[in-house]
């Protein structure tokens, strides 16, 4: 079946710093993926999604690119904020009779000041 | 626009009890899911609604889990009776549908703790 293998954490990083959080996938079929984010006490949020291979998903300053070669979906930002403090979670979506997602583990980020 | 609304945000039963989930999806889905979250782990989908058609429940237990969407909006699950590991945040979320890539927004949840 589908699965997600996501960076553990806890990542804590210093503001202004660079983030990578790798993502990497077993699917069958063509999957959709997608990077989820969840801020404290509030439920998931999409915050980017890419659809084929090569396709570059990016918002508020994340991006993630498919990469099919190495079935990743690692999720990078150049310059972090106190306010990117949340879980992120990579999930797939691999379609066919079965549109569920498939979560990651979540990797807890913590952005000092 | 409102969001999933779901209630309650907070449960605390005895095991052994009943407990019930609900869920409003967002005006005009078509799909609705419940996804059980454990501690440090990431969103399992339990139930996947089409309409008020439950199309994939293949992960719900159904020795003691129920849940149903009887017109096709809101929605109920429900625990009967609860055990010690049925403690979790139980989260539901609403799609357009279940073609292609259609996000699905996600509810903030309702955190269950069996003692």
């Known amino acids: 079946g589908d699965s997600v293998t996501q960076m553990e954490g806890p990542v804590t990083l210093s503001e202004e710093a660079f983030l990578t959080i790798n993502c990497t996938y077993t699917?069958?079929?063509?999957?959709?993926l997608f990077w989820y984010v969840q801020y404290p006490g509030e439920g998931l949020q999409l915050l980017l999604k890419a659809t084929k291979a090569d396709d570059k998903g990016s918002n508020k300053g994340f991006e993630a690119t498919y990469r099919k070669e190495t079935t990743s979906f690692h999720l990078e930002k150049g310059s972090v904020q106190v306010s990117d403090s949340a879980v992120y979670f990579c999930a797939i979506n691999s379609g066919g009779s079965n549109y569920k997602l498939t979560f990651g583990k979540g990797t807890l980020l913590t952005v000092n000041p | 626009e409102a969001g999933v609304v779901q209630s309650p945000r907070y449960k605390i039963i005895e095991k052994k009890q009943p407990v019930a989930f609900w869920c409003n999806p967002i005006s005009g889905h078509n799909t609705l899911y419940w996804y059980l979250q454990n501690l440090g782990q990431g969103p399992e989908l339990l139930i996947r609604y089409e309409n008020e058609e439950a199309v994939d429940d293949s992960q719900l237990p159904k020795d003691r889990f129920s849940a149903e969407r009887l017109k096709g909006v809101d929605s109920t699950l429900k625990i009967q009776p609860a055990e010690l590991g049925d403690s979790a945040v139980y989260l539901c979320a609403s799609s357009e549908g279940d073609r292609g890539p259609y996000e699905q927004y996600f509810g903030p949840g309702t955190r269950l703790t069996v003692t």
């Open positions: 699917a069958t079929g063509y999957p959709s």
